[in-house]
């Protein structure tokens, strides 16, 4: 039987030796995956966004072949990073969202309970997408790990096992990092959490 998690691991390897063939066996195992982390963020976002799932897989798509030497360890690593792309097209598209309106509307997201792709989202706050950007920055400038974490598990929808694994850490700690990057986002944000 087939285990589609090693194929995609072992093509990783092979394109970041340096087979170009590789990426043509890659794109249809993690198609539909990459598809559902889309449109995972689009859900969160306004509904008259301008951004298709599609779209945003091409150029996510697009920003990751540019690599030219890849340094993939597997496949958890490989959708941590297409889930990082992903991030920053759309806080670019924010951005210029933005600039073009001169400080129009904000883009608001929901901080969820669970990630939008596994789990039933449930979401806490609305938070402009550019305000949750510089709060994860600034997360990431006091706890880089911390802010990781949130990275893999709300923006790249891996599973606490695959952020632990791809951060070499144990899914309690993961866990740990999970609630307590959250509980500070929420404070950062001027949101609230039972206990703050």
């Known amino acids: 039987m087939d285990d589609p998690s090693r194929d995609v ?21 993690v198609y539909d995956e990459l598809r559902a ?4 963020y689009l ?28 340094n993939w360890e597997g496949r958890a690593h490989f959708f ?6 992903m991030r920053r097209i759309l806080v670019d598209h924010a951005r210029e ?12 997201v929901p901080i969820e ?16 997408l550019l305000d949750l950007d510089a709060a994860l920055d600034r997360l990431s400038a006091l706890d880089a790990r911390k802010g990781r974490v949130i990275e893999l598990r709300y923006f790249g929808g891996l599973t606490e096992a695959e952020a632990a694994c791809v951060l070499a850490l144990s899914p309690a700690t993961v866990r740990l990092d999970l609630r307590l990057a959250r509980a500070w986002l929420l404070a950062e944000l001027g949101g609230t959490e039972h206990g703050q």
């Open 80 to 85: 941590a990073v297409a889930a990082q792309v």
């Open 97 to 108: 969202r933005r600039a073009a309106k001169r400080g129009g509307e904000a883009v608001k």
């Open 43 to 70: 859900r969160r976002e306004r509904p008259d966004h301008t951004l298709q799932a599609t779209a945003v897989l091409h150029e996510a798509y697009l920003r990751l072949v540019e690599k030219t030497h890849p």
């Open 113 to 128: 309970a669970d990630p939008p792709v596994r789990g039933a989202p449930a979401a806490l706050d609305l938070v402009d």
């Open 9 to 29: 691991t072992e093509i990783l390897g092979a394109w970041r030796a340096g087979d170009h063939g590789a990426l043509d066996r890659l794109i249809p195992l």
């Open 37 to 40: 982390l889309a449109e995972g």
